[in-house]
């Protein structure tokens, strides 16, 4: 057979296998194309911008948090919403909208986190534009649920309440009323459950007036709790590893079904009065490792205890006064603080005052409470590596405590009897303070050594990096450091530098040094573990 007549079958062998290829590629496509047209008459719809929207504003992880249970909550519900940082969203795609539903917190004084102020004050402006009239937001109904800090008094979800004035203004029909949670009552996971029961049911024609809450069938519908969702950015935190550090044996925190099995008391006591560790934020500090005593105190086992314990070396209160950090006991008669510092790593579970408003706990109590509690802990590290019998038994009897474990020492009443007691058993005391109650400092009995938190060097800094619940904070942190001067006694100033917010104010630090005249100076630095 011809060379010429090979190569010519070849190549038409070669054309019809392409060409059947093509064709099966054709047929298929057209298939699709058709079974979409069917689904979608349609074909110019952009359907994820003709979607509902869910839209948070959100700067500690909260209402983004809330947002993405919403969502789920909705999916599970066969209601389809796309979920959308507020951050991200243009304002001008408002008029668009059918239905938006919001997740809202508030900063500082009232507005809305830094990066999102864009949004709220494109709001603002349009509503109180007469030029673009009270019919712009006709077409849209929203609803808005509000993530607040009831101790910030008039402030307390100013931006949820912002936000549903000025869309009323430019013609938005508000589905339902504001519904408000508060991070430091512990009902934020109870009311926002009742607004997503009450969504869906208006979005599904139910009328949404009896909604009643989620707590039964919570897997069934969808919805987590705020336990097991702690923001969708810390799932590492929330993944047991296969290996434990030997260490964190001691005091680790119980697993979710023991948190769960908290008695709910609605946050009050049976004297009727407010209890300042409503059941959300005790397990909250208990999956942190808090050990609670009584309504309002706390104690926790320092790592570096642990560590002296197996004979790894203690803490700087080692180095330098000589504290044996393995006799050294971590604890608070105020789990309370009437700030909320940026760099708190306490994750901001505990509540906020101005003043002491709930019951007292005795503090005789709280003393024998802490010491057992503190013991309990250092049983657990008997059989760990390293740790000697001498040693532990030296642990079971604290020589020194540390009232600096969270929250405002000086807010409890009786804090004056609680240090005479510690004394009185020979243990002696370091007292930190926030520097915003100086008649407390003033009143404040002689303590082994009064620490003052320097958190910034001008006043708009420690605005921004303690975020204060007081009006007059910088009056009241001047007079603070002028109270310590006064004590006559071992003090001093405590910096917990951030670099980027309060590092480089060194001129401003040094004009503070005069007016506590403080005996040292203490320097720590936040290090960043995660976004």
């Known amino acids: 057979m011809p060379l010429s007549s090979v190569s010519t079958r070849l190549t038409l062998l070669a054309l019809f296998s392409a060409t059947t290829f093509y064709c099966i590629y054709k047929s298929r496509r057209l298939r699709n194309l058709k079974l979409n047209l069917s689904l979608n008459p349609n074909p110019n719809t952009n359907t994820k911008l003709n979607l509902p929207k869910i839209l948070f504003i959100s700067e500690t992880g909260t209402s983004k948090s809330l947002a993405n249970r919403l969502h789920r909550f909705l999916s599970l519900n066969d209601v389809a919403f796309e979920i959308i940082d507020g951050r991200s969203y243009e304002p001008e795609?408002?008029?668009k909208e059918t239905i938006l539903?919001?997740?809202?917190?508030?900063?500082?004084?009232?507005k809305p986190p830094p990066a999102y102020r864009f949004f709220a004050d494109w709001l603002a402006e349009s509503s109180e534009d007469f030029r673009v009239g009270s019919l712009l937001l006709s077409k849209c109904r929203f609803a808005v649920f509000g993530v607040g800090s009831r101790g910030y008094g008039e402030t307390f979800n100013a931006v949820g309440k912002e936000i549903?004035?000025?869309?009323?203004?430019?013609?938005?029909?508000?589905?339902?009323?504001?519904?408000?949670?508060?991070?430091?009552?512990?009902?934020?996971?109870?009311?926002?459950?009742?607004?997503?029961?009450?969504?869906?049911e208006l979005l599904k024609g139910g009328g949404g007036e009896d909604g009643g809450d989620l707590e039964n069938g919570e897997e069934e519908c969808g919805v987590l709790s705020s336990d097991e969702e702690e923001s969708d950015d810390e799932e590492e935190e929330e993944v047991e590893?296969?290996?434990?550090?030997?260490e964190d044996i001691a005091g680790k925190a119980p697993s979710r079904k023991s948190v769960a099995t908290v008695a709910e008391t609605n946050g009050k006591l049976n004297g009727g009065k407010k209890q300042m560790v409503t059941p959300v934020i005790r397990a909250n500090l208990v999956k942190q490792g808090y050990k609670i005593i009584g309504s309002h105190s706390g104690v926790k086992i320092c790592r570096w205890t642990k560590s002296q314990l197996r004979g790894r070396g203690g803490c700087y209160k080692h180095s330098f006064y000589g504290i044996e950090s393995h006799r050294c006991m971590e604890a608070t008669p105020s789990l309370a603080c009437a700030n909320k510092c940026v760099f708190c790593w306490r994750h901001h579970t505990n509540p906020v005052a101005k003043s002491w408003q709930w019951e007292m706990d005795d503090p005789l109590e709280i003393v024998n409470s802490a010491i057992e509690q503190h013991t309990?802990?250092?049983?657990?590290?008997?059989?760990?590596?390293?740790?000697?019998?001498?040693?532990?038994n030296e642990g079971f009897t604290p020589r020194h405590c540390a009232l600096s474990l969270v929250g405002e020492p000086i807010m409890y009443p009786e804090i004056n009897a609680l240090v005479d007691e510690l004394h009185r058993r020979r243990i002696s005391t370091f007292l930190v303070t926030n520097a915003q109650f100086p008649e407390k400092i003033k009143s404040l009995k002689p303590i082994t050594q009064l620490y003052v938190s320097v958190d910034a060097g001008t006043k708009d800094s420690l605005k921004a990096i303690d975020r204060p619940l007081f009006g007059d904070f910088w009056e009241r942190f001047i007079?603070?450091?002028?109270?310590?001067?006064?004590?006559?006694q071992r003090t001093v100033y405590r910096l917990t530098l951030v670099k980027g917010w309060n590092a480089e104010e060194v001129d401003a630090y040094y004009n503070l040094f005069s007016i506590g005249e403080p005996d040292f100076i203490e320097i720590k630095g936040v290090t960043y573990c995660g976004s």
Do not use: Y
Not at 479 to 488: W, Y
């Open 93 to 95: 795609d408002l008029p």
């Open 101 to 110: 539903l919001i997740v809202a917190s508030t900063w500082e004084d009232g």
């Open 164 to 200: 549903v004035k000025r869309m009323k203004a430019l013609g938005g029909a508000e589905m339902i009323p504001l519904f408000e949670g508060d991070v430091d009552g512990g009902d934020v996971d109870e009311v926002f459950d009742k607004w997503c029961v009450k969504v869906v």
């Open 241 to 246: 590893s296969d290996i434990v550090d030997l």
């Open 376 to 392: 309990n802990m250092i049983k657990q590290m008997k059989g760990v590596p390293g740790v000697t019998l001498e040693r532990l």
């Open 479 to 488: 007079d603070s450091l002028t109270a310590l001067k006064e004590k006559h």
